[in-house]
């Protein structure tokens, strides 16, 4: 089991305010994305980062895969009520097979 | 991008039933998988629903409880058997596109409640 662990596990911040989620494995992944789901849907892709340490910015988030390509981070500058959601990092290993690997999961609530 | 559609979207079932949760992708896609999640928890794989021959189930998880088909490269099924109300959860079905693209994508969900 390639294990992802994610932190903060619940994050309730103010509108305005700038956040980071963590995602951290010790083992290493040919990729990983970001998935954010509201309630009563599937996940749905945000980004995915394939080269150790690339940066991606999508608006006001932006997206770090580890130079070891072992962890990945995910930043919001100014959050908004949107913005809500559980926030998913999922890593593959093609060497090892075709299984994806989802990380604990962030709730994260932005308060107007 | 692939849009994946499933049904039914919700159900209440009583103890001791079995459920078929139908997955359908608007397009030909090489990987189909099954997810179990609890309200605002993290995935569980399930298992891999592979076209023409048997899914691959992940620790924890054996074919006789969750039966899955997989028929041809746009559908799959998965049967909950013999539920109990430890099988409440939603059951999520993903799809990977015909070359692998690292992406998956998801269906709405179905969310099961065994009473």
């Known amino acids: 089991t390639q294990l992802l662990e994610q932190s903060p596990q619940f994050l309730s911040i103010q509108e305005g305010e700038n956040l980071t989620v963590y995602c951290n494995s010790s083992?290493?992944?040919?990729?990983l994305q970001w998935y954010r789901q509201e309630p009563g849907e599937g996940p749905v892709l945000l980004v995915t980062v394939v080269t150790g340490g690339e940066v991606k910015k999508l608006k006001r988030l932006t997206f770090q895969f580890g130079d070891a390509r072992k962890d990945s981070s995910l930043h919001i500058t100014a959050a908004q009520p949107g913005d809500t959601g559980l926030y998913l990092c999922a890593g593959v290993n093609r060497n090892t097979g075709n299984q994806f690997y989802f990380g604990t999961g962030t709730s994260l609530t932005v308060i107007p | 991008s692939a849009v994946i559609s499933q049904k039914p979207s919700r159900d209440i079932c009583q103890r001791g039933t079995s459920l078929t949760i139908q997955c359908q992708v608007d397009s030909q896609v090489t990987m189909m998988f099954w997810y179990r999640q609890q309200p605002g928890q993290s995935l569980t794989l399930i298992a891999t629903?592979?076209?023409?021959?048997?899914?691959?189930?992940e620790s924890g998880f054996v074919i006789d409880k969750f039966p899955i088909s997989r028929p041809n490269l746009t559908f799959s099924t998965l049967t909950v058997s013999n539920m109990s109300p430890e099988d409440s959860s939603i059951y999520l079905c993903?799809?990977?596109?015909?070359?692998?693209?690292?992406?998956?994508?998801f269906g709405p969900g179905t969310r099961l409640t065994v009473l």
């Open positions: 993903s799809a990977e596109g015909q070359i692998p693209t690292d992406t998956q994508y």
């Open positions: 083992s290493v992944f040919s990729s």
């Open positions: 629903a592979n076209q023409g021959s048997e899914a691959t189930y």
